[in-house]
């Protein structure tokens, strides 16, 4: 199959990568932070650095340095504490540029985005121009925010390509480019080979694409298991998976939150409120998409960071908060806790659909609208405006964009009313 057909049809992909985008963000809202060296970080003192700016990574800062680390690099950086919620907004706003040019988007992450943009190539010229538009529509609404835009025949090759002019490019890859700009490209380039993988590569003398093009299928599965072929593909610049939508996507097959706590404890009781708190977390998105669930996992992280997790499956599905937490504690009381805990998570699965349970008793009938109400209230004024007397000295966690996070549906989490703060206009 060449890189560029799918089923016989042909496909142009655009991956749209924000430059810097929380440090960007911050920029865009603060202009004394113009030009300066800064990085975003967490609330607390174990945060680590989650983006910094072009004037920062000048002087060797990196995402997930801590912050003593940064200083050191660069004693005059200017550390900024992050608000999820701004750019999960700006999100929002960019995926809305977005559709004025094709309704064929995959969020990928909070700050990259796959386009289809085949079938609206003839209503705008060229890819070219579809992307010199998307750049300045970003630059009319968002202010100083720039992007780096590949293009390419598959999702593959265009993430690649927009990896090749940063900050503000735009680099196309053309088919019968393919195989000389794959030849001496390092295998870690490439989407999907990390650090580890390219270090095995190489052990077997594999460090350029066109040696991994080269190898023997046999030889690669071998080594490697089931993704030993797929190496042998993507070597060759061949992808043919589609851009899926939010509304395509597969449904959940879990819901979690974890929080990484600002400083270790050993009281139960305190463990105690943190679980149910997590819990309503988990059992308001399951609402939010209509899941119940029947197996709770709770996840505990000692101070040293060993980590236990452990599950639990019930015979009934549910999906409000007190029903996971009494599970989730049946859990936390079989695990005993010997060490100070670090960090908490607890996760739903074993997942379901659940539009048309109707309690069967009064009082159950009578719960399940209390519920409905509460989620309005929440849903409308932030998370936890409306809550049980026990949270009302909830732990306020800083929220941090998990990976799978998008603009809508079970994987859209409002971080920004995890603090209690109100959604920037």
């Given at each position: ?26 920029q865009q809202i603060n202009p004394s932070l113009r030009g300066k060296p800064i990085a975003v970080v967490g609330s607390n003192e174990r945060t680590v650095v989650t983006t910094s700016s072009y004037e920062a ?369």
């Amino acid at each position: 199959m060449k890189p560029s057909q799918v089923n016989g049809s042909q496909r142009t992909i655009m991956h749209i990568d924000m430059d810097a985008f929380f440090a960007s963000v911050e920029q865009q809202i603060n202009p004394s932070l113009r030009g300066k060296p800064i990085a975003v970080v967490g609330s607390n003192e174990r945060t680590v650095v989650t983006t910094s700016s072009y004037e920062a990574r000048e002087y060797g800062v990196k995402t997930g340095m801590t912050k003593y680390e940064a200083k050191r690099l660069c004693p005059h950086i200017i550390l900024v504490e992050g608000n999820t919620g701004r750019y999960t907004d700006t999100c929002r706003r960019l995926v809305e540029i977005y559709s004025h040019y094709t309704p064929v988007i995959e969020v990928y992450s909070v700050d990259e985005v796959f386009l289809d943009i085949a079938g609206s190539i003839p209503l705008f010229n060229s890819a070219e121009d579809i992307a010199k538009k998307i750049k300045q529509d970003i630059h009319k609404h968002l202010g100083r925010l720039t992007c780096s835009i590949g293009i390419a025949p598959n999702k593959l090759l265009a993430k690649l390509a927009s990896d090749m002019k940063k900050p503000d490019g735009l680099f196309i890859i053309k088919e019968k480019d393919v195989r000389s700009l794959l030849e001496n490209l390092p295998v870690q380039n490439l989407w999907g080979i990390g650090p580890k993988l390219a270090k095995h590569l190489a052990s077997i003398g594999i460090t350029t694409c066109g040696e991994l093009g080269q190898a023997q299928v046999t030889q690669l599965k071998h080594t490697f298991g089931i993704i030993g072929e797929r190496l042998a593909l993507i070597a060759q610049g061949i992808d043919d998976s589609p851009v899926i939508p939010s509304e395509k996507e597969s449904d959940a097959k879990s819901v979690g939150h974890s929080m990484t706590l600002e400083k270790d404890i050993s009281d139960k009781e305190t463990i105690e409120r943190l679980i149910l708190q997590l819990s309503e977390m988990v059992g308001r998105r399951m609402r939010k998409g209509g899941y119940s669930g029947r197996t709770v996992a709770l996840t505990i992280r000692y101070s040293d960071f060993s980590t236990l997790s452990k599950r639990k499956t019930i015979g009934t599905s549910i999906n409000d908060g007190l029903n996971i937490y009494l599970v989730a504690c049946d859990i936390l009381n079989a695990i005993r806790p010997c060490h100070p805990v670090r960090l908490l998570g607890v996760c739903v699965s074993n997942l379901h659909k659940d539009y048309t349970q109707i309690p069967l008793f009064p009082a159950e009938r009578t719960k399940q609208k209390v519920v409905r109400v509460m989620d309005e209230i929440n849903n409308r004024y932030g998370e936890f405006s409306i809550t049980s007397g026990t949270l009302l000295n909830r732990y306020h966690h800083k929220g941090v964009i998990s990976p799978a996070w998008r603009p809508k549906g079970i994987k859209c989490i409002n971080l920004a009313n995890h603090t209690g703060k109100k959604k920037p206009s």
